[in-house]
Each structure stands twice: as structure tokens, then as C-alpha cells.
């Protein structure tokens, strides 16, 4: 059974950065890739970046983009959310995620899921 654990949220002032990590382990596939998912309070949980493997692609949905990078090591098992100019509405428990054969960017495709960590930006 794959366990994704993430960790690095908390409480940052806006115009912070924070910097997540999630590590996999019990895997009995080669991973495609993996991704980062939000859900804030009485929202859908929404992709926010991911990054295939093979060629270290990545991708990102717009509110982020050139403020959030996905990095990682396939061989460490470990991806990144590196967040910079965080905003209050980047509030949200983050969510690292992985499927055996695709990077999906929909929550209800997902195979694995992290337990989530959180992440509070104030004004």
C-alpha cells in the first residue's frame, strides 16, 4: 500500500514562502509522476502542480504559476511544492498525490493520497 507523508506547512505572513515535501514509500510500481493538490474550508479539492518523471515536465495551475515550483527526486521518492509570494488565499490544507499511470489533475482520479498538511497565510 503506497503512504505519501507530507510535512512543511504552518503559518506564514503574506509575501512568505513555504516549502513542502512528500515523501512515498510501500510503492510496488514505477512512479509516472506526482502531484500537489489544495483544498481550502468548504471548497473542492483543486489540483495545484505536478511533475512527470520521465522528463521532468511540470505543471501548474494558473493562480500559482510563477510563484509555486514542483521539484523533486524520483530516486529519493520525494516531491516539492516550493510556494514563494504566498497570499491569504493560498490558505488550505495541501495534499501530495500519486497515480500509477498518469498525472491526474482531478481529485476523484487520484489513486493515493497524503494526509494532508496545512498551510495558514495571513494578511
Known amino acids: 500500500q503506497v503512504q505519501l507523508n507530507e510535512s512543511g506547512g504552518g503559518l506564514v505572513q503574506s509575501g512568505g514562502s513555504l516549502r513542502l515535501s512528500c515523501t512515498a514509500s510501500?510503492?510496488?510500481?514505477?512512479?509516472?509522476?506526482m502531484g500537489w493538490f489544495r483544498q481550502a474550508p468548504g471548497q473542492n479539492r483543486q489540483f495545484v502542480g505536478g511533475?512527470?518523471?520521465?522528463?521532468?515536465?511540470?505543471y501548474y495551475t494558473d493562480s500559482v504559476k510563477d510563484r509555486f515550483t514542483v521539484t523533486g527526486d524520483n530516486t529519493k521518492n520525494t516531491v516539492y511544492l516550493n510556494m514563494n509570494s504566498l497570499k491569504p488565499e493560498d490558505t488550505a490544507v495541501y495534499y501530495c498525490a500519486e497515480s500509477k499511470n498518469y498525472l491526474h489533475r482531478r481529485a476523484f482520479e487520484v489513486e493515493y493520497w497524503g494526509q494532508g498538511t496545512e498551510v495558514t497565510v495571513s494578511a
Open positions: 511533475i512527470i518523471w520521465s522528463d521532468r515536465r511540470t
Open positions: 510501500g510503492r510496488t510500481f514505477n512512479s509516472y509522476g
